[in-house]
């Protein structure tokens, strides 16, 4: 199983990119597929997740600005990410969690500053 995440980089704020993440590979017994992110000495948080139900939680900090989708037939995740802001910096994950394991995918960097 591989997560390769892609779409990260360098904007100013109140702009947008849209992180995409092609999972290859068979899965057993999703639970969830997710984005988190991390910054330099603080611990990994979700950014907003979908559960194998259909149920879409997001932390409040993006409610209204970040949309997570998922593409079923090319088996990719997704995180658009609109009115960025600084306080958005950070390497962004995605994640499937599945019945007994936990995947990540590598990571990609997001960076909004002027």
């Known amino acids: 199983v591989q997560l390769q995440a892609s779409g990260g980089g360098l904007v100013e704020p109140g702009g947008s990119l849209r992180l995409s993440c092609a999972v290859s590979?068979?899965?057993?017994?999703?639970?969830?597929r997710g984005w988190y992110r991390q910054t330099p000495g603080k611990e990994r948080e979700l950014v907003a997740d979908?559960?194998?139900?259909?149920?879409?939680n997001y932390r409040d900090s993006v409610k209204g600005r970040f949309t997570i989708s998922r593409d079923i037939a090319k088996n990719t995740l997704y995180l658009q990410m609109n009115s960025l802001e600084p306080e958005d910096t950070a390497v962004y994950y995605c994640?499937?969690?599945?019945?007994?394991?936990?995947?990540w995918g590598q990571g990609t960097q997001v960076t909004v500053s002027s």
């Open positions: 590979g068979r899965i057993v017994g999703i639970r969830a």
């Open positions: 994640n499937v969690r599945g019945i007994l394991t936990n995947y």
């Open positions: 979908m559960s194998a139900g259909g149920s879409i």
